[in-house]
């Protein structure tokens, strides 16, 4: 089988669990594509490395995150990155996209040209370092004379790239999936409560500790303020959690930082795009990870998402191997 993973920041741990479980039921993946978050993993499962990389990503914690993402308000984008890249150029070693037993394409787009642009040859890290330029986020990628950021701003989930390869089946995995709603009654308290996660969504990685010892300084509390973190305050840990009234309008409206506004109008637009290259492109089986799962920059909850992933993918092969001869592929919402 033949699988594109889709672009969605830290969700895209989800598709280590995909992957372990097509792995589980004896799947073998002839061919893999992948956009931003989705060509690292894909690259990494290409080079036989997603085992060690999966171990070394339940490890990170939040001050770790914050090290590894190396906030800057002087490079093209609010965070360097660098030193996540260095770890995984650590873990796969110095290997080219010929030599992987798989056949792979990381997509990533031309800022210039205004194009997708396939990366099937030539050095694995430098492919998936242009995929995973997030616009305003990660500085981009000069190759070659192009400037090159994020394969997710024209192709989310690269399903074209497939059609040369020879597999039985396709299976597509999206990680910017609608939002879970849940119809029944709330519980005292808990819309209350679900609005405070989604406020503080991109910089729950700034916790108060870590905040203190990395940031304290007047340059990188402004690229905290970028993060919509602007509620923290060096003399009261009292500050950093507000009223849960204080985090919403008064007709009940979630107040969101201006980054959280940007990656939430990213995820639309890359949703939008899915759903356009997918009628196009239709797969095998379409597994939708929800947006809900986790927020772009939650790094430090590899574990968690890996197992959203895992049990997603478990429902649908179940259909799947239920109904082989279904004409439809099952679309698989958490």
């Given amino acids: 089988m033949a699988v594109a993973l889709g672009?969605?920041?830290?969700?895209g741990y989800a598709h280590i669990g995909v992957i372990e479980a097509l792995t589980a039921r004896g799947y073998d993946v002839v061919g893999i594509t992948g956009s931003s978050m989705g060509a690292m993993i894909g690259g990494l499962h290409a080079a036989g490395h997603l085992d060690e990389f999966a171990d070394w990503a339940k490890s990170l914690t939040q001050?770790?995150?914050?090290?590894l993402l190396d906030p800057s308000i002087t490079a093209a984008g609010v965070l360097r990155a660098e030193k996540i890249l260095d770890a995984v150029r650590d873990i796969l070693g110095p290997i080219t996209i010929e030599e992987l037993p798989i056949p792979y394409t990381a997509v990533a787009t031309d800022l210039l040209a205004g194009k997708s642009v396939w990366f099937q040859r030539g050095p694995l890290d430098e492919a998936i370092r242009a995929s995973i330029a997030i616009p305003g986020v990660i500085p981009p990628h000069e190759v070659g004379g192009r400037l090159l950021a994020d394969g997710g701003i024209l192709d989310p989930l690269p399903m074209a790239p497939l059609a040369a390869v020879n597999a039985d089946l396709t299976i597509a995995v999206g990680v910017s999936?609608?939002?879970?709603?849940?119809?029944?009654?709330?519980?005292?308290?808990?819309?209350?409560?679900?609005?405070n996660r989604m406020v503080r969504s991109t910089s729950a990685l700034l916790d108060t500790s870590a905040?203190?010892?990395?940031?304290?300084?007047?340059?990188a509390r402004a690229v905290l303020s970028r993060f919509g973190a602007d509620t923290w305050s060096e003399d009261s840990d009292e500050e950093m959690r507000e009223s849960d009234d204080a985090l919403v309008d008064a007709r009940g409206v979630p107040k969101l930082g201006s980054f959280e506004v940007m990656y939430r109008a990213f995820d639309?637009?890359?949703?939008?795009?899915?759903?356009h290259m997918l009628s196009?492109?239709?797969?095998?089986?379409?597994?939708?990870?929800?947006?809900?799962?986790?927020?772009?920059?939650?790094?430090?909850?590899?574990?968690?998402?890996?197992?959203?992933?895992?049990?997603l993918a478990d429902q649908a092969l179940d259909r799947l191997e239920a109904q082989p001869d279904t004409t439809d592929p099952p679309a698989i919402e958490g």
């Fill in 7 to 11: 672009s969605g920041g830290a969700r």
């Fill in 63 to 67: 001050r770790t995150i914050l090290r």
């Fill in 177 to 195: 999936g609608s939002e879970v709603i849940d119809k029944r009654e709330p519980e005292p308290g808990a819309t209350v409560e679900w609005l």
């Fill in 211 to 219: 905040v203190r010892s990395l940031l304290d300084r007047p340059t």
């Fill in 268 to 275: 639309i637009a890359q949703s939008a795009l899915t759903r």
């Fill in 280 to 311: 196009a492109y239709p797969p095998s089986l379409l597994i939708e990870v929800p947006r809900s799962t986790c927020r772009s920059l939650d790094f430090h909850r590899a574990a968690e998402v890996i197992e959203v992933g895992r049990a």
